[in-house]
């Protein structure tokens, strides 16, 4: 699967680029979560696809720096707004750092992780990178795949100094509705 992990960079690299609405919302540092829910007007939701212990793909490992032979809780949501499917959301949270008052991240339901995250003063975040996922990608879910190109970011978030990987990718209604504004 690794295959279809696009390369993440800093800031656009080669031909294709974002464009200037996204780049935006791209290198946002705050909660996405937040920044939907205004834009959606409180139309906002999370649809947990799947939450469960799995190994991270190498790209998510070696951004963890732990092995890929060791299991960790694997979170993969939509962020709905206004009832359509703007992001797709993957998120690795490693077994050493759900420890202690972390453990309850083991039983997030479709309370958004970034309410959880940007609550907590102490937080802080690695520097975003970003990647173009080739059309028809296999690692977006089917039912939010799409025929052109889509980009994505991911950034590592630590809590009590324990970290956790964030990916999301802007889907194609979200871009609709972008362009739209
Ligand atoms: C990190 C955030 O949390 C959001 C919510 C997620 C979830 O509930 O799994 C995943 C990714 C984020 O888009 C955020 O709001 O910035």
Known sequence: MGCKEPSWHNRPTGHSKPSTPLSQWLFDRGSLTSR??????GQFRVEVLSQGWGKPRLSEARSLGISPRRYALVREVILYGQDQPWVYARS??????????????????????????????AMYRSPIEIACFKADNPLIPQ???????????????????????????????????????
């Open 143 to 181: 039912k939010v795949r799409s025929t052109t190109p889509l980009w994505g970011r991911r950034s590592r978030f630590y809590l009590d100094n324990k970290p956790l990987l964030v990916c999301e990718i802007f889907l194609d209604a979200f871009n609709q509705t972008l362009s739209a504004q």
């Open 92 to 121: 690795i949270l490693p077994q050493c750092t759900l420890t202690g008052r972390l453990r309850s991240l083991r039983k997030l339901d479709n309370r958004p992780l970034g309410a959880m995250l940007f609550n907590d003063p």
């Open 36 to 41: 939907l829910q205004h834009l959606s007007h």
